[in-house]
């Protein structure tokens, strides 16, 4: 626990030197917000629109973020820290508790060049360290591969490095613009923005069960996008490596650009984004003792925040995947919501369901064809102090509820298992 607490201070001290822009309330950001510099007002070169990689919040967004600049680049750092306990309850082998701390952070760097701008991103994960065997507790999540199995009733930690990219952007004609995007780490052109950078799920330290039908491939090693976008849509494809990362967490899992996706993405107003994308990912899924499948993914999602005062902010997403693989086709279901009030006051909730294939689960006197219909309920709360030195502090807890059916209830002692979990977190405090 006491390297925990290091880390925690460790990343809580590094950003306090960054130039600070705060407000009490989550006010609309618009697309080019303006910050002063100097002597003159210049537009930001960032966006409360941007999501993870290339996909879009809606432009009704508060900005979790610290800003500074240097010289001709503009600075933006963000992050998300929890120190957590987890307990999930279940039959023998699926119950487990565990402390740790999920984490991650991210440093962009801007500039204009031309008509243009050129950028530079990164995103960092201590999760190798600070999250124990093969992922912290997670009742009916599942996705990749640790101690030669896979992974079920955990969730993974994330690698060290989840983005190392570059990017750039110049107009065409009118508001139209052509963007390019990659790098050895980054997220292709498919899904919903990823959880940890939803307004929605924010406040929330524990994974999606649907991740690995929705937005896993936010962690690619090696991907490549282009595309052109206004200001009310969005067009982009992308080629890259669609193999899950290895249970190595510190290295770069380099492997053939032999996946593609293409995404759509529509601005039907501030509050509002809708995304429709379709990916076919080469050798992504990884069984033992068998060959790596193909899966082509198809996802739609819907993100919504509204201003219901000028301290509260509601915001929600909607989000449906399906994986088509050789022996069956899978399909998940989320609805997550957040209401923020003057930043300080969290509530949160998920509801999924998901169709689980036996062997994801570890069932394997079943058939090699049968899904279960599984889902989970979390409701929580987190509380923030006021802003200090552009940090906010805050403790919050959840409870859950996974649901099974009468067929797994024996292996989870019922067919609802309970689960908690507390925390402390830190993340920047909100600026426009």
């Not at 991210?106 to 031309?114: C, D, Y």
């Not at 993100?303 to 997403?317: I, K």
């Not at 899904?371 to 923030?384: E, N």
Request: glycine share 10%; hydrophobic share 40%; net charge negative.
């Amino acid at each position: 626990m006491s390297r925990l607490v290091f880390v925690f201070v460790l990343l809580c001290a590094w950003p306090a030197a960054a130039q600070e822009h705060q407000h009490a309330a989550p006010a609309p950001a618009t697309q080019e917000h303006q910050h002063q510099h100097g002597d003159q007002a210049q537009a930001s070169l960032f966006s409360g629109r941007e999501g993870s990689g290339t996909s879009w919040l809606p432009e009704q967004s508060p900005m979790y973020a610290g800003h500074a600049h240097a010289g001709d680049w503009e600075l933006m750092w963000h992050g998300n820290l929890f120190l957590q306990y987890i307990n999930e309850s279940g039959a023998e082998h699926h119950g487990a508790h565990q402390a740790g701390s999920i984490n991650w952070a991210m440093g962009m760097a801007r500039r204009r060049v031309g008509t243009g701008r050129v950028g530079v991103r990164t995103m960092l994960s201590l999760e190798p360290w600070t999250i124990h065997g093969c992922g912290y507790p997670d009742l009916l999540a599942t996705g990749e591969f640790c101690d030669g199995d896979t992974i079920h009733d955990r969730q993974h930690p994330h690698d060290l490095f989840m983005e190392l990219a570059l990017e750039y952007e110049r107009p065409l004609r009118g508001s139209l613009r052509w963007f390019a995007y990659g790098g050895p780490a980054g997220e292709p052109a498919l899904g919903p923005v990823a959880f940890p950078h939803r307004v929605s799920a924010l406040a929330n330290p524990i994974a999606p069960i649907g991740h690995h039908w929705l937005d896993a491939t936010h962690i690619t090693f090696g991907v490549i996008t282009t595309g052109v976008r206004s200001s009310r849509w969005s067009g982009e494809a992308s080629v890259f490596n669609g193999r899950e990362p290895d249970e190595n967490r510190t290295d770069v899992d380099f492997g053939a650009l032999d996946s593609y996706s293409a995404r759509v993405s529509i601005a039907l107003r501030p509050s509002t984004v809708l995304q429709v994308s379709a990916g076919r990912l080469n050798d992504a899924e990884q069984e033992p003792g068998l060959p790596t499948n193909d899966v082509t993914r198809v996802t739609a999602s819907a993100s919504y925040h509204r201003s219901v005062s000028t301290s509260t902010l509601w915001a929600s997403t909607l989000a449906w995947g399906m994986n088509d693989e050789p022996l069956y086709t899978t399909h998940a279901l989320l609805v997550e919501s957040a209401l923020s009030h003057q930043n300080r006051h969290v509530g949160f909730m998920r509801v999924e369901i998901v169709g689980k294939p036996a062997h994801d689960l570890h069932v394997h006197e079943a058939g090699l064809t049968d899904v279960f219909t599984v889902g989970k309920i979390q409701l929580g709360y987190t509380h923030y102090l006021r802003p200090s030195r552009g940090l906010q502090f805050g403790m919050g807890g959840s409870f859950s509820a996974s649901l099974v059916p009468s067929a797994l209830a024996p292996r989870y002692d019922g067919r609802v298992a309970p689960g908690m979990a507390v925390f402390l977190t830190v993340r920047p405090a909100a600026h426009q």
